[in-house]
T-cell receptor, first 110, second 114 residues
Framework: QQQVKQSPQSLIVQKGGISIINCAYE??????FPWYQQFPGKGPALLIA?????SEKKEGRFTISFNKSAKQFSLHIMDSQPGDSATYFC?????????FGKGTSLLVTP | EAGVTQFPSHSVIEKGQTVTLRCDPI?????LYWYRRVMGKEIKFLLH??????QDESGMPNNRFLAERTGGTYSTLKVQPAELEDSGVYFC?????WGAGELFFGEGSRLTVL
């Protein structure tokens, strides 16, 4: 049973555009919501994270929007660059475990 | 500072054989985790060590999987006997303090069972 649902599966954005990836969850016990970025041949690396008492967090071009009542959160990448092309995973923590979405493959075209 | 290192990077074995994956966490990180990504599926939690103790092994799929962390340093994950459905990428991660949130992942060990 998948605990975090992520969409879209893949995304193509032009350089300078906004990339938006969405995630939804059901378990209200989740207490931490990170986004991980993975490049081919590498392991996932923490990009940005939010806790449920905050509705938005911004770090540079990356913003998490969090809607606790809707049990949804999203990643916005502003001014997307070709170097942002990677797979992005949302996750939600319960206890000691991170529950990951299936990932979004982002391609930013020049 | 060295990151999380995993060995081997890729292993191809036949069904019924045994494979042992190794993970060296970042020095000083007491928390060590194993995750697995089967093709087309999400990355799934397998287990969590604090030092040498298993804190949570609720994600281990069955008793063909055995994880150890002797001495609280490196960890091994043994699959015996391997089945076709065990194919995937096995990630190890470590953290200094699990409550703080950030996990540092290794590059993964890809296991192919034929």
């Amino acid at each position: 049973q998948q605990q975090v649902k992520q969409s879209p599966q893949s995304l193509i954005v032009q350089k300078g555009g906004i990339s938006i990836i969405n995630c939804a969850y059901e378990n209200t016990a989740f207490d931490y919501f990170p986004w991980y970025q993975q490049f081919p041949g590498k392991g996932p690396a923490l990009l940005i994270a939010i806790r449920p008492d905050v509705s938005e967090k911004k770090e540079g071009r990356f913003t998490i929007s969090f809607n606790k009542s809707a049990k949804q959160f999203s990643l916005h990448i502003m001014d997307s660059q070709p170097g942002d092309s990677a797979t992005y995973f949302c996750a939600a923590r319960s206890g000691y475990a991170l529950n990951f979405g299936k990932g979004t493959s982002l391609l930013v075209t020049p | 500072e060295a990151g999380v290192t995993q060995f081997p990077s890729h292993s191809v074995i036949e069904k019924g054989q045994t494979v042992t994956l190794r993970c060296d966490p970042i020095s000083g990180h007491d928390n060590l985790y194993w995750y697995r990504r089967v093709m087309g599926k999400e990355i799934k939690f397998l287990l969590h060590f604090v030092k040498e103790s298993k804190q949570d092994e609720s994600g281990m799929p069955n008793n063909r999987f055995l994880a150890e962390r002797t001495g609280g340093t490196y960890s091994t994950l043994k699959v015996q006997p391997a089945e076709l459905e065990d194919s995937g990428v096995y990630f190890c991660a470590s953290s200094q303090d699990w409550g703080a949130g950030e996990l540092f992942f290794g590059e993964g060990s890809r296991l192919t069972v034929l």
